[in-house]
């Protein structure tokens, strides 16, 4: 098994940067690629960000694309999320997650096995 634990949340403000970070444990050997997502009180859980192991391929939403940067360091099993120029609507629950046996990123929350318990980010107006 694999545990992911979030940290780095917190409250900021509008124009503000917050770093994620996710370290992951157990059987990271299986892992491949890693991700972010988030979800705001009321709406589905949406994809943030995307990393493959090599960090050859990475992705992220349109809505974060130029204000946000998903990295990795294999060495120490972990993945970050820079958030800069955050805004009122990045408000949510961020989740890392990790999935084993694809080798290009996947968007969409079932494409991924191992989760972490979220941690919250709020940005005030």
């Known amino acids: 098994q694999v545990q992911l634990v979030e940290s780095g949340g917190g409250l900021v403000q509008a124009g503000g940067s917050l770093r994620l970070s996710c370290a992951a444990s157990?059987?990271?050997?299986?892992?491949?690629?890693m991700g972010w997502f988030r979800q705001a009180p009321g709406k589905e859980r949406e994809f943030v960000a995307a990393i493959s192991r090599s960090a050859g391929s990475i992705y992220y939403a349109d809505s974060v694309k130029g204000r946000f940067t998903i990295s990795r360091d294999n060495a120490k099993n972990t993945v970050y999320l820079q958030m800069n120029s955050l805004k009122p609507e990045d408000t949510a629950v961020y989740y890392c997650?990790?999935?084993?046996?694809?080798?290009?990123?996947?968007?969409?929350?079932?494409?991924?096995?191992?989760w972490g318990q979220g941690t919250q980010v709020t940005v005030s107006s």
């Open positions: 997650a990790a999935d084993r046996g694809r080798v290009v990123p996947g968007t969409e929350p079932y494409e991924y096995n191992y």
């Open positions: 157990g059987r990271t050997d299986y892992i491949y690629p």
